[in-house]
């Protein structure tokens, strides 16, 4: 990717996508798509966003996903590498438990959650159900609607932190 970043930057597009915020197809150069990439790695590192810990001897910084493929998921992927992170996929047909099971293991403080209803409740009683709280420190979104802040006033950890993309966007 960087070399085509090098050779194109804002001369070619590199991304085609439906934006669900705006409701619009949405073209990206490959200079925007760096320039998204490196205003997230900024928000990550300044809002702390990855958590750093060693397990068994190796130092790890873990970011987790859940979430349909999509640009934003994407442009926050390449992000999380950028600053030496993990990706960690939670796949949406995964139980409650084996998403609680994988966030506890790898402690994920931070996980992007596809801006749907169904997924978000299936958070809500994910966070519910950790045995450590304060586990999750963040949940990031696409954009938050009144029906997902209704779900989320749910958490009973009141210490998550919810944060819009476009927040982290505004950061870098």
Do not use: W
Not at 107 to 124: A, L
């Amino acid at each position: 990717m960087y070399n085509s970043v090098e050779k194109h930057n804002d001369s070619k597009k590199a991304a085609v996508y439906f934006d669900n915020v705006t409701n619009k197809l949405t073209v990206k150069s490959y200079g925007e798509v760096k320039r998204t990439v490196k205003s997230l790695a900024k928000a990550i590192i300044d809002k702390n966003l990855v958590n750093e810990e060693v397990i068994d001897g190796i130092k790890v910084k873990t970011f987790a996903f859940i979430s349909k493929n999509q640009y934003i998921y994407a442009m926050l992927d390449f992000a999380v590498h950028v600053v030496g992170g993990t990706s960690v996929p939670l796949y949406n047909t995964f139980e409650t438990d084996a998403l609680q099971y994988i966030i506890e293991n790898v402690r994920c403080k931070s996980v992007f959650v596809e801006s749907n209803t169904e997924i978000v409740n299936r958070m809500v009683t994910l966070c519910n159900s950790l045995k450590e709280k304060n586990t999750i420190k963040f949940l990031i979104f696409e954009y938050i609607s009144n029906e997902i802040k209704q779900l989320l006033d749910k958490i009973n950890d009141k210490t998550i932190q919810f944060i819009e993309i476009k927040e982290l966007l505004n950061i870098g």
